[in-house]
């Protein structure tokens, strides 16, 4: 097993997600710009379109890369959750890279048509852009999304346990899991979710970075240990 291998995609998944959220933030005042009219989601995507695709495309590949991770990190341990662990962890990269490609996909043929001069045009580009948004985006990337990932995170920590990286391990990742979990609320305007799964996701980057730490003072270790290992064969041979 590669740990450090393991740990890159660890960084790479967290870091390319939290910039691409913070580039989409700037340009398309992503995620807010979602409870806006349709036509103005589509009139401001039109007015940034280079820019919101390549955050989205940034977006989903941060979200393959940490299926990538869910093989990576599955090797660490034969445990039953984490036999579990491997296939909901691809399945979260899956949905989440499905609801985000509409956006570089979908999304410029209906901002095209809505911004033509034929209503009957604009019309059923809307209703295209709501369905799109409401089955891709709403259901499949965002609360299959929300709760794979979630599943995925306390399946990982059942199976390392508080043996593997210490009590904090655990409570990082199982609060930041219930806290992304939330997500599947937001449809239905619960108070205060919005907020709680966003400090989910920056628990949960905390915690992917963290645990890319530990596989590499792992990596470091072991490369330590098997110098030992060969000094003492090399004092024994003379």
Known sequence: MNLKRTAALLIAGAVLA?????????VFNYPDVLKEPTTEILQLFTEN??????????????????????????????????RWAVP??????????????RWPLLV???ATDAASGDPASAAAAVDSFETAHRIL???IGETFGYLLTAAWTMLVVIALGKAFAGRWFVVLGATSSILV??????????PG?????FVGYILWSLWLLSFAGV??????????????????QTAKSR
């Not at 939290?18 to 700037?26: E, I, M, Q, R, T």
């Not at 299926?67 to 039953?80: E, I, W």
């Not at 979710?193 to 799964?197: I, T």
């Open 108 to 110: 410029p043929g209906f």
């Open 88 to 101: 909901v962890g691809v399945g979260a990269a899956v949905v989440q890279v499905v609801g985000l490609l």
């Open 18 to 26: 939290n910039v691409a959220f913070l580039w989409l933030g700037s």
């Open 181 to 190: 979990l939330l997500g599947v609320l937001s449809p239905f305007d619960v």
């Open 137 to 139: 985006g709403n259901l």
């Open 215 to 232: 596989l590499l003072r792992r990596d470091r270790r072991g490369a330590v240990e098997v110098t030992d290992d060969e000094a003492r």
């Open 49 to 82: 379109q280079p820019a919101v695709i390549a955050g989205f495309v940034t977006l989903a590949l941060a979200s393959a890369v940490l299926g990538f991770v869910a093989v990576g990190v599955g090797r660490l341990s034969n445990d039953r959750a984490m």
């Open 193 to 197: 979710v919005d907020l709680a799964n």
